[in-house]
């Protein structure tokens, strides 16, 4: 079963930043993408950013220029560099990787912006 172990969340203040990683318990590379997903309260969950195996990564129009996905092969490790964070930015935040058809899924790591 894959792990993905998130941390780095946490309280900023609005115009922060902020580094969340997620270390996955098996090489990143045998999966095709992997990604950061957010849920807000009352909410759908929303995907922020996905850096697929090979190409570039894509973004949601809200974090564009803001925020910026890697990741570490040797490490197995994905990162989200969160800038200019703002209230809206307040979610839980969710590692994700996808292999032959399967999602799999962090437990969520809480960030909250004040104003």
């Known amino acids: 079963q894959v792990q993905l172990v998130e941390s780095g969340g946490g309280l900023v203040q609005a115009g922060g930043s902020l580094r969340l990683s997620c270390a996955a318990s098996?090489?990143?590379?045998?999966?095709?993408?992997m990604g950061w997903y957010r849920q807000a309260p009352g909410k759908q969950r929303e995907m922020v950013a996905r850096?697929?195996?090979?190409?570039?990564?894509n973004y949601a129009d809200s974090v564009k220029g803001r925020f910026t996905v890697s990741r570490d092969n040797a490490k197995n490790t994905v990162y989200l560099q969160m800038n200019s964070l703002k209230p809206e930015d307040t979610a839980v935040y969710y590692c994700?990787?996808?292999?032959?058809?399967?999602?799999?899924w962090g437990q969520g790591t809480q960030v909250t912006v004040a104003s």
């Open positions: 850096i697929p195996s090979g190409g570039d990564a």
């Open positions: 994700n990787s996808f292999r032959l058809f399967r999602n799999y």
């Open positions: 098996e090489s990143i590379s045998s999966f095709n993408h």
